[in-house]
């Protein structure tokens, strides 16, 4: 009795690599990942600039109320003293009651706004003392700056560096470039698939390898091993084929069953990037618009610095009048403390539009340089 016996075993092993260069969906995948990270740093570094621009609000918010404490304290005595004249013109005959009664109200009015600024400065230490996480009774006593450093850039030089330096627009610009690679990746899932394939055959096995236009680069190897075996009652030796071969082509494959998918994912595509397009122009627009605005309110706050310090310096030159009439007899200790009291009025406006310049200032350079603009105070 004859018998052929079979002995088959085989063995396949496929390795795929993909090669991001040479796909835009492989592309828009890993820049999306990217973009996440950035979009987290850029998030941070918003975050940054407001924060602090918060300190920078707090910081002159404490000045300034540690300068109208004084100059409320001031005005206190300066009353007190004007209403002590008043009192002692009264005693002398040469003062209406009228006069004192109105003495008395500017020195309760005095108080009060003292008491105001007392109530104000201890708020704005709270605050910035909050904002730095320190305990909120503890005391705060800050270094005037004094007036603004070198002038800011105009608009139509700051626009560039807004558009480089500012958290929000980048994104913007991330989002978009974004999405311009996922309309590219859904054009390609549309495209034909092409792929340069190779293959070498042997006796016990076959390696292939190929490269698709979608950036995937595969390997596989198989190994076969067949034996056979023919027990008759006379043993038979069966010489065995060896042989190699090699293949070499291009293969092809279309999309027809998803056609219609791909056509929807790629208008899809258009519309997101149309959209992150138009959200670039509107924040470039508001971008100019905003730098436009916070220009103008520095220009004004300046125009309000320079008002304030004018009226001051004539209020004082007055008063040094008032003085000299005084040392020779012709003036009294009353019309040279309603003029200390009217210089210590100019003070505080010049202190408020100080401050209120330094507040736009720092608000506009924010507006440049974004996180950075606190070296540029």
């Known amino acids: 009795e004859d018998r052929l016996r079979f002995n088959q075993q085989s063995f396949t092993l496929e390795i795929q690599q993909p090669i991001v260069g040479l796909s835009n969906s492989l592309k828009a995948l890993r820049s999306s990942l990217d973009h996440e990270r950035e979009l987290a740093q850029l998030r941070w570094e918003q975050g940054a600039a407001d924060l602090a621009y918060q300190v920078v609000e707090a910081y002159f918010g404490c000045l300034k109320a540690q300068r109208m404490a004084e100059l409320a304290a001031e ?45 104000g400065k201890q708020a704005a230490g709270m605050a910035f003392n909050a904002l730095l996480g320190r305990p909120l009774d503890e ?52 495209r034909p698939i092409l792929a340069l394939v190779g293959q070498y055959q042997w006796e016990d096995g076959e390696i ?27 043993e038979v030796e069966l010489d065995s084929f060896a042989g190699e071969s090699y293949l070499a082509g291009l293969q ?21 990037v149309e ?22 309110a520095l220009q004004r706050s300046q125009a309000r610095l320079e008002l304030a310090e004018g009226r001051l310096e004539e209020m ?12 020779a007899q012709l003036a009294t200790d009353f019309d040279v403390a309603q003029l200390e009291l009217a210089v210590l009025g100019a003070e505080s406006d010049v ?27």
């Open 316 to 327: 004082k030159e007055r008063l040094r009048a008032t003085q000299k009439l005084h040392g």
């Open 75 to 119: 005005a206190v005595r300066v009353a007190r003293w004007k209403q002590d004249v008043v009192q002692a013109r009264f005693n002398a005959g040469t003062a209406t009651i009228a006069e004192v009664l109105a003495a008395e109200a500017d020195w309760k009015e005095a108080r009060l706004q003292e008491l105001q600024s007392q109530e």
């Open 351 to 377: 202190a408020v539009a100080l401050y209120d310049l330094h507040l736009a200032r720092a608000a506009y350079l924010k507006g440049v340089y974004g996180p950075t603009f606190v070296g540029e105070l």
């Open 252 to 272: 092809v494959q279309l999309p027809l069953l998803d056609g219609e998918a791909a056509k929807l994912k790629q208008a899809k595509a258009r519309e997101g």
């Open 139 to 190: 005391p705060v006593e800050l270094v005037d700056p004094g007036p603004p450093g070198k002038a800011a850039p105009p608009p139509h030089e700051a626009l560039p560096l807004a558009k480089g330096n500012r958290p929000d627009l980048r994104k913007a610009q991330a989002e978009l470039a974004l999405a311009e690679l996922g309309e590219l990746a859904a054009e390609e899932e549309g």
């Open 275 to 296: 959209l992150a397009r138009l959200a670039v122009e509107q924040l470039e627009t508001g971008l100019e618009l905003e730098l436009s605005s916070l220009h103008l």
């Open 208 to 234: 292939s390898l190929s490269v698709s236009n979608r950036g995937l680069l595969s390997l596989a190897g198989t190994y076969n091993r067949q034996a056979s075996e023919l027990k008759t009652y006379k």
